[in-house]
């Protein structure tokens, strides 16, 4: 073989070594590129299915919304009566009682009000009172309980707000 065939075959041989290396590097970027696509895709399902679940979640704390909100007038008629006749007193205070048992282990609590800060967030305010320094912005009377079914509120209690 001569010298200028075995140069020929040497350029031939670099040149395709060249050409599988820029290939191999070719490779290596897509590859390196899907592993990228694939952990943001990853990341990507993992967000949803915690979305999901957390909605779940929600909706099943909330399920019985409408029900609740609908027997709080049963309560606020409850209170009217405990306080109007002392002779039904004991009778309406147990039936009463059991049923903010029953209101309590399916998470719904009144929202306090008693010498409570203002809050928007929890009470909706009808009127105001000018009641002094030390109660301006507080919680004076309470026309109306509100009521919250785990954190979210379902009534916002009527209150008076010093001025």
Known sequence: MSKKNKDEKKED???KVAELEA??????????????LKLRQMAE???????TNKEK????????ESIFKDML???DDFERAI???ASLSEGVQLIYQKFITF?????????ATENADF???????????????????KVIDCTQKGYKLGEKVIRFAKVVVGE
């Open 57 to 64: 979640l929600d909706l099943m704390e909330t399920a019985g």
């Open 23 to 36: 290939k191999l590097a070719e490779q290596e970027t897509k590859i390196a590129e899907l592993e990228d």
């Open 45 to 51: 399902f993992d967000n949803y299915r915690r979305r």
């Open 13 to 15: 041989l670099t040149a």
């Open 103 to 111: 209101l309590e282990q399916h998470n719904v609590k009144a929202i």
């Open 73 to 75: 007038p049963l309560v």
């Open 119 to 137: 809050n928007t967030d929890e009470h909706e305010a009808i009127t105001t009172f000018s009641a002094g320094e030390d109660k301006q912005g």
């Open 83 to 85: 306080q109007a006749d």
